[in-house]
């Protein structure tokens, strides 16, 4: 199991970015995919969830409105749009697949990580 994440940066507050995971070691569309961030010094946090066939996403309170999680299974892809970027979404953001057995709204990831890709949100 695998992940690259990429398309980090720096921005502006109220900018964009769009993140995107390859995915592969594993079959990509049947599994719920999600992406995380951790800020300095603070644990990693969930951020959204897709399903398996993208119908059904969950967001963190704190980017829902603002971000959208959305994947292309031909591609093994995830991406999460990040729009409104605030200062406080500066972080190293991560991608993952369920474990065994979870759902959206019940979620957990494996013990994979990717190497992240860094967004910085600064003026």
């Known amino acids: 199991v695998q992940f690259e994440e990429s398309g980090g940066g720096s921005a502006q507050p109220g900018g964009s970015l769009r993140l995107t995971c390859a995915a592969s070691g594993f079959d990509f569309g049947g599994w719920i995919m999600s992406w995380h961030r951790q800020a300095p010094g603070k644990e990693r946090e969930l951020v959204a969830v897709?399903?398996?066939?993208?119908?059904?996403?969950v967001y963190a309170d704190s980017v829902k409105g603002r971000f959208t999680i959305s994947r292309d299974n031909a591609k093994n892809t995830v991406d999460l749009q990040m729009n409104s970027l605030v200062p406080e979404d500066t972080a190293m953001y991560y991608c993952n697949k369920a474990t065994f057995g979870a759902t959206v709204y019940d979620y957990s990831p494996t013990e994979y990580w990717g190497k992240g890709t860094l967004v910085v949100v600064a003026s």
């Open positions: 897709i399903s398996s066939l993208g119908g059904t996403t």
